[in-house]
């Protein structure tokens, strides 16, 4: 075991790597766990698995499944990458100084491919398309992505346009892009 001592969303992962499979195991502050864990999965293939302790409402974001009230686009976006879990919960009368929050513990399973063939649906436009409808949540989707959609669309993907964003998978998601 080595440990390394740098600034986590500036480090030289590649380096620090080695070339091998390597394991993540951090307590994450609330302003960084989001775009770190995006950010590794996004570009260290070679990090297969992390196991993270992050503020409560952050895990069940980067854990949570379609219905579920954490459920948005950073939610879709580890999907996309890996499979999450919250896995354990950490109350604050564990810490000194005793912080106001809860944590847990989030497993994060890199996928062997991602989630979405990209030769069937670009990742850019997936992504975009995602976005685009969790920028107005509660909105059902005929109006959310209302500029974006084209006729016949949600009959082509089979997704009901009066659905929430919140309430698709990733693979519907990538349905309504493929039939655009």
């Keep these: 075991m080595r440990v390394v001592e740098a600034d986590?969303?500036?480090?030289?992962?590649?380096?620090?790597?080695?070339?091998?499979s390597t394991v993540v195991v951090a307590n994450l502050p609330y302003n960084v766990a989001t775009p770190l864990v995006v950010h590794l999965l996004e570009s260290e293939p070679l990090?297969?698995?992390?196991?993270?302790?992050v503020q409560k409402e952050v895990g069940e974001r980067l854990a949570a499944n379609a219905g579920d009230e954490a459920y948005g686009a950073v939610s879709l976006r580890v999907a996309y990458f890996a499979d999450a879990k919250v896995v354990g919960k950490v109350p604050p009368t564990v810490f000194v100084p005793k912080p106001k929050v809860d944590s847990v513990l989030v497993s994060l399973v890199r996928r062997q491919a991602v989630r979405i063939d990209?030769?069937?649906?670009?990742?850019d436009e997936l992504f975009s398309v995602i976005r685009?409808?969790?920028?107005?949540?509660?909105?059902?989707?005929?109006?959310?992505?209302?500029?974006?959609?084209?006729?016949?669309?949600?009959e082509r993907?089979?997704?009901?346009?009066?659905?929430?964003?919140?309430?698709?998978?990733?693979?519907?998601?990538?349905?309504?892009?493929?039939?655009?």
Excluded: C, H, N
């Design 8 to 20: 986590a969303l500036r480090a030289d992962y590649g380096t620090i790597v080695g070339g091998r």
């Design 132 to 154: 685009l409808a969790f920028g107005q949540r509660r909105k059902m989707l005929r109006r959310s992505l209302a500029g974006w959609t084209s006729e016949g669309v949600f």
């Design 47 to 53: 990090i297969t698995r992390m196991l993270v302790m």
């Design 118 to 123: 990209p030769a069937l649906v670009a990742e």
């Design 157 to 180: 993907a089979g997704v009901e346009e009066t659905r929430r964003p919140e309430e698709l998978t990733i693979e519907e998601f990538a349905a309504l892009v493929a039939a655009k």
